[in-house]
């Protein structure tokens, strides 16, 4: 029986879709977890016809697994993942199981920011960065502002801005806590926009599926709360998008896979943030269809099963996603205004996050956003005219912890 196997998965959100999508495709689908209590309401899956409960960063108790699904008559065409930290291991299980047609070490290097820095330094788009290693305190003059980031952090949780030395020895200090046994990275920090770029490689070629402007809000983090997905990108960012995308590509010899990136669009140029061997998890799958009407997760499962990703799109809509955070903690007892604001002009798609009796607290990573909403326009204002006009609508009813 043809089957794909799935490391990993959240609730909603890209991860999720790809399974579903997976299903429909006439998979057999399998996932492997080590989250319990999905394990515990693995009847809220239906579309995953084998839950397996796992250690998911022990190789050999997945390679066990997998041998006596084998054993059963299931054919696992690919083994992936759409989730953060377990990119790089399911391919290293699709190197071991299947026809891998990534390149799992492309996949390890994009996810430590760490060594992507460092291999992408010389190029014009590196922003100016060093390494500070376990416990050691940083001499000679600095330049600031800077970020301090963990090189394993991911979804905003360790990034941190650094006005001034009293301001960076004390971030710098609390990160060395948190991560003894890691480095640390300190670079420039870039002024300008900043954009997210969502690319496929097919046979060497990288394909920018979607542009997007992102608008972050400045709290105790920098957390995404808007992104402007471009219906049609202006041609001087295509040209110069391509050159990036073709030298990220060169680079780490990517023959096919999918990556983001997130870039400052600075007065020197684009200033690459970070890049990512996946696509964006949250909303960003049902912006792209809100789009272009292309479901990137499901061509991405064509791509990594050997067939060739329809990336064609069917319409063209500019696309404003609006995500919800809360200025203060409380216990969640109710959210209204959902139906209102998925009935309201132009919009496309509302989801909201917590359960009654869920303690909300004001951001402190992505996983901090709470609800959001996909509004479609003929013009970028339109669309988030729209969404603005729909999420305040939406309120969460909240009680003192």
């Not at 989250?35 to 579309?47: H, S, T």
């Not at 301090?148 to 905003?156: C, H, I, Q, R």
């Not at 926009?193 to 046979?203: A, C, G, N, R």
């Not at 509302?350 to 909300?360: C, E, H, S």
Request: hydrophobic fraction near 40%.
């Amino acid at each position: 029986m043809k089957s794909i196997l799935f490391i990993g998965v959240n609730k909603s959100g890209s991860s999720r879709e790809a399974t579903r999508v997976a299903e429909k495709l006439g998979y057999f689908i399998v996932l492997f977890t080590s989250n319990d209590r999905q394990y515990e309401q693995r009847e809220l899956y239906p579309e995953i016809h084998k839950m397996v409960f796992v250690d998911t960063t022990n190789m050999e108790a997945m390679r066990t697994e997998i041998t006596k699904l084998q054993k059963t008559g299931l054919d696992f065409k690919t083994i992936v993942s759409f989730v953060d930290p377990y990119v790089h291991i399911a391919s290293l299980l699709c190197d071991e199981f299947c026809i891998n047609l990534t390149s799992s070490k492309a996949i390890e290097m994009m996810e430590d920011k760490e060594e992507t820095r460092k291999f992408l330094m010389k190029e014009a788009y590196s922003p100016q960065f060093k390494v500070i290693g376990p416990n050691e305190k940083v001499s000679g003059k600095l330049t600031f502002p800077l970020i301090l980031k963990s090189p394993k952090s991911t979804g905003s949780k360790d990034v941190l801005l650094a006005q001034d030395l009293k301001q960076f020895n004390k971030h710098l200090t609390s990160l060395q806590k948190k991560y003894p046994e890691e480095t640390i990275i300190a670079e420039e920090y870039l002024r300008g926009p900043q954009y997210l770029v969502e690319v496929i490689v097919y046979k060497h070629q990288p394909h920018i599926v979607a542009v997007m402007k992102q608008d972050i809000t400045k709290g105790k983090r920098f957390i995404i709360t808007g992104y402007r997905l471009l219906a049609t990108v202006p041609p001087n960012l295509v040209t110069s998008l391509d050159a990036l995308c073709e030298s990220i590509v060169n680079t780490f010899n990517i023959e096919t896979g999918a990556f983001h990136l997130e870039l400052r669009l600075t007065s020197k140029g684009w200033k690459l943030v970070e890049v990512n061997p996946r696509i964006s998890g949250g909303a960003m799958n049902k912006m792209i269809e809100a789009a272009y009407g292309i479901n990137l997760v499901e061509q991405t499962l064509k791509l990594f099963l050997g067939e060739e990703p329809d990336l064609q799109p069917t319409q063209h809509y500019f696309v404003y996603t609006k995500y919800l955070i809360v200025k203060r903690k409380g216990i969640l007892e109710r959210v209204t205004g959902k139906l209102r604001a998925t009935k309201s002009p132009g919009v496309y798609d509302v989801y909201i996050k917590p359960k009654k009796g869920t303690l909300l607290i004001p951001p402190l990573s992505m996983g901090h956003r709470y609800a959001y909403i996909i509004a479609q326009g003929k013009s970028i204002s339109e669309a988030v005219r729209l969404a603005n006009q729909a999420s305040r609508l939406i309120k969460f009813h909240m009680r003192e912890p």
